[in-house]
């Protein structure tokens, strides 16, 4: 199971730390990601690391802005958002698979029932 937390509404340029906790399965053996879906958008990668977070991938639009980060001893997923923007305003959903880390939201097996976070201009 994966459940995420730390939405809420935000003022464009501040920060935001997204968690999404992870139980049930040895998720430290997973690589996971981070996806988001705005109203009547499609869901778009976000974010993505590798099971041990030797590795990291971001979508290009959103590099410099926010930081995936992973504490597998506590079975704990980040995303650290910073310099927000309205465009940000969408449901972000954590996602895991067994395998590589992905952006592709197909790849992935088992996902958290999104945040929503807002972003006022």
């Known amino acids: 199971q994966l459940q995420a937390s730390g939405g809420g509404l935000v003022q464009a340029g501040g920060s935001l730390r997204l968690s999404c906790a992870a139980s049930?399965?040895?998720?430290?053996?997973?690589?996971m990601g981070w996806f988001r879906q705005a109203p009547g958008k499609e869901r778009e990668f976000v974010a993505a690391?590798?099971?041990?977070?030797?590795?990291?991938y971001y979508a290009d639009s959103l590099k410099g802005r926010f930081t995936i980060a992973r504490d597998n001893a506590k079975n704990m997923l980040y995303l650290q958002m910073n310099s927000t923007k309205p465009e940000d305003t969408a449901v972000y959903y954590c996602a895991a698979r067994y395998g590589l880390k992905s952006n592709y939201a197909s790849d992935y097996n088992y996902w958290g029932q999104g945040t929503q976070v807002t972003v006022s201009s």
């Open positions: 049930g399965r040895t998720f430290s053996t997973y690589s």
């Open positions: 690391i590798s099971w041990s977070a030797g590795s990291t």
